[in-house]
């Protein structure tokens, strides 16, 4: 499995993500949607707060 593939299409999702949920805020005047901020920093960053939590997409270490 190649972590690196994973962890560059959820950046380009998160940040995806984040545009469309700020679009949807402006459209529809619903202030929930602005939380899109959240997830469009995360990608920007580089930072995944849930991944931190589940260690799910983590790199894997090299084990010497």
Do not use: H, S
């Not at 998160?14 to 602005?34: E, P, Q, S």
């Amino acid at each position: 499995m190649d972590f690196n593939k994973i962890r560059k299409f959820c950046r380009v999702f998160r940040i995806i993500l984040g545009i469309a949920l700020i679009i949807a805020g402006v459209m529809t005047g619903i202030a929930w949607f602005y939380l899109g901020v959240i997830p469009l920093i995360a990608g920007i960053a580089n930072f995944c707060p849930l991944c931190i939590i589940t260690k799910k997409c983590d790199l894997p270490q090299n084990q010497e």
